[in-house]
C-alpha cells in the first residue's frame, strides 16, 4: 500500500513538472514572437521616419543613415552595407551640402521642387526597403512604395506648395525661411527616426493632422467664399 502511494507521489510530481515545463515552454515561444514583433514595428518606424526625412531633403536622411551604419547605431539589409564605407559618406556629405545650398537660391529652389517629388519617392522607397523584414522582393518592394515612397512622395508635395505658396506671396523674400525650415525638419525627422523611432512615427502623424486640419481649413474656406458669392448674385 505505502509503495502504491509513492508511486502516485512520484506520478503527480512528473505530471506537476511535465506541466511546469510546458508552461515555460509557452511563455518563452511567447516572448520570442513579442520580441520579433517588437523589432520588426521598430525596424518599420525607423524606415518610415527616414523615408517621411526623405520628403524634406533627398540626401539628409542618407548621410545621417549613412553616419550611423558606420558608427554602429543601426543596422540595415546586407545588400546597404556599402552605406557604411568612407567612400558612400562622403559622396552623401557633398550630395547633402550641395542640396542644401541650392535650395537657397532664387528660381533654383522652385526648379529643384520640380525635380525633387519623383526623387523623393525613389529616395523615400529604397530607405524604406532596407529596414523591411525579409519577404517576397515583390511584397517587399510594393510595401516599401506604398508606405515609404508615398511618405517621402506627400511630404515632398507639401513642400512643393509651401514654396510656391511663399513665392507668390512673398515674391520669394521668404523662400530661405522655408529652405532653413526644411532642413531643419529632415535632420530632425532623420536623427528621431534613429535614436527614437517611435517618437518619428508620432512626428508623422502629427505632420498628416496638421496639413489635413490645413487642406479641410482651406476647403471649408473656399466653400464659405463661394456660399458668399452666390448668395450677393442673388
Not at 520628403?55 to 558608427?71: C, E, H, N, Q, W
Amino acid at each position: 500500500h505505502a509503495a502504491a502511494i509513492q508511486y502516485t507521489a512520484l506520478e503527480q510530481l512528473n505530471e506537476t513538472d511535465a506541466g511546469d515545463a510546458v508552461l515555460c515552454s509557452v511563455t518563452k515561444i511567447g516572448e520570442r514572437i513579442m520580441n520579433e514583433f517588437y523589432e520588426v514595428c521598430l525596424s518599420l518606424c525607423v524606415g518610415l521616419g527616414l523615408a517621411t526625412a526623405c520628403g524634406f531633403r533627398i540626401f539628409v536622411p542618407l548621410l545621417v543613415m549613412s553616419i550611423a551604419v558606420k558608427t554602429g547605431h543601426l543596422e540595415v539589409a546586407e545588400n546597404f552595407s556599402w552605406l557604411s564605407s568612407d567612400a558612400a559618406i562622403a559622396t552623401l556629405a557633398v550630395a547633402t551640402a550641395v542640396e542644401i545650398f541650392a535650395y537657397y537660391l532664387p528660381v533654383v529652389d522652385n526648379f529643384l521642387d520640380a525635380i525633387a517629388s519623383p526623387c523623393a519617392v525613389i529616395a523615400g522607397t529604397i530607405v524604406m526597403s532596407s529596414f523591411v523584414p525579409e519577404m517576397a522582393p515583390w511584397l517587399k518592394w510594393c510595401l516599401a512604395a506604398i508606405a515609404g515612397g508615398a511618405a517621402a512622395g506627400a511630404v515632398q508635395g507639401v513642400t512643393t506648395l509651401l514654396r510656391g505658396a511663399s513665392t507668390a506671396t512673398t515674391g520669394g523674400l521668404a523662400n530661405p525661411v522655408v529652405s532653413t525650415s526644411e532642413a531643419a525638419a529632415s535632420t530632425g525627422f532623420s536623427l528621431a527616426a534613429i535614436f527614437a523611432p517611435f517618437l518619428a512615427l508620432i512626428g508623422l502623424i502629427g505632420l498628416v493632422g496638421v496639413v489635413g486640419w490645413q487642406v479641410a481649413s482651406r476647403k471649408s474656406a473656399t466653400r464659405s467664399r463661394l456660399a458668399e458669392s452666390r448668395t450677393i448674385e442673388v
